[in-house]
């Protein structure tokens, strides 16, 4: 497969097979090439598509044939640091020399309140379901960006592909659906831990709540058990104990997410519940992001609870990567969301005041 891109500058001129393309790009995002190549991001998009990542589930390599598939793309050289690991990009076209090397930025912001990662993970493998979907793909890049091993699970590997930091940052794709309990089986194998993001993806199927956060969250939690997993982490929503509360409106999902609840509250897995807040992707026009705060199970919603605020998916994804081994999270239902003013305490004391 002959693939010539053509931009102003630089040129890139690339023959390879499509299993090489398929190793490659287990190492480098839509974003990666975008910036290696000057390209647009939907031209880097359709070069992974082209490369055949559609074979994704077919495409079996050795670490030989990984480091040749590497090598043969001599534009793209790679720079991995302990900890925040990161790639560094160069696009070298035949004539030019001066083209300016890129670094990707960090993965994911480190909030203050969440520490780097230290030897209590070092044991620890992730399987995160649902990694596509807002609060999971912000899971997987904070696991990443800590170093911690990670099997992110979504029902498209393609798509995963182009949105999840790649394999050389310890992020592992498999491609199932939560619904298939063999899917989920095959995911769990030799993970210690598994964080639940998963929602359903389209809103007028009245079945989806039901198949995603009942029914796929069961086979999740049936899966971990038969494989022995020591931690589970399910991510919900406030005002799940509420059967008025409008999300109910929605196919009443916030009913069939406490049924997922109780699913794993039954289990005898150690667990921790994550209730957030009305989600946000970033902070508010002319806001001020306030700091993660924490009360118990039916602490915020409808009056005369608490208020309901917002919380950045980034910060929903460091609650849950604390609570992977925070004893203090053991088998507690958290509700978080963020305030102006709030004292930015650590997540061991957070956890401990609920």
């Known amino acids: 497969m002959r693939l010539r891109l053509r931009q102003r500058a630089p040129t890139c001129d690339m023959n390879l097979s499509t299993a090489s393309w398929y190793l490659i790009l287990q190492f480098i995002s839509p974003y990666q090439l975008q910036s290696a190549g ?21 495409v079996r390599a050795s670490a030989s044939q990984r480091t040749s598939a590497i090598k043969a793309l001599p534009a793209l050289r790679f720079s991995k640091q302990r900890r925040h690991a990161r790639i560094i990009v160069s696009a070298a076209a035949a004539s030019s020399s001066d083209v300016p090397q890129l670094e990707a ?11 780097e990662a230290d030897e209590r993970y070092d044991e ?13 793909k912000a899971v997987v890049r904070q696991l990443a960006a800590q170093g911690i091993a990670v099997r992110a699970l979504s029902r498209s590997g393609l798509k995963a592909a182009g949105m999840l930091p790649p394999a050389s940052q310890g992020v592992e794709i498999v491609e199932g659906d939560v619904y298939r309990y063999s899917d989920v089986a095959k995911a769990m194998k030799g993970c210690t831990a598994v964080i639940i993001a998963t929602g359903p993806t389209d809103r007028l199927n009245p079945f989806g709540s039901y198949q995603t956060d009942f029914e796929g969250n069961k086979n999740l939690v049936a899966a971990a058990k038969q494989e022995g997993v020591k931690k589970v982490v399910l991510v919900t929503s406030i005002g799940t104990d509420d059967p008025l509360f409008p999300l109910n409106l929605l196919w009443g999902v916030l009913l069939w997410k406490k049924q997922g ?11 921790t519940i994550v209730r957030p807040g009305g989600l946000l992707n970033e902070p508010r026009a002319g806001r001020t992001v306030g700091n993660v705060v924490i009360g118990g199970a039916d602490a915020y919603g409808l009056p005369p609870r608490r208020r309901p605020g917002s919380i950045l998916r980034t910060q ?7 609570a992977l081994v925070e004893p203090a999270a053991s088998n507690k239902v958290v509700e978080i969301v963020t305030e102006v003013g709030a004292p930015p305490l650590g997540f061991t004391e957070l956890f401990s005041s609920v």
Do not use: F
């Open 38 to 58: 000057s390209l647009s991001h939907n031209m880097a998009a359709t070069l992974v598509q082209s490369a055949g990542l559609s074979a994704l589930n077919s």
């Open 124 to 136: 620890v493998k992730v399987l995160v379901a649902g990694a596509t979907g807002g609060v999971g």
């Open 105 to 115: 930025p960090p993965i994911a912001p480190l909030n203050r309140q969440l520490p």
């Open 316 to 322: 929903v994804a460091e609650c849950c990567v604390a």
């Open 261 to 271: 609840e109780l699913a794993l509250q039954r289990s005898g897995i150690d667990y």
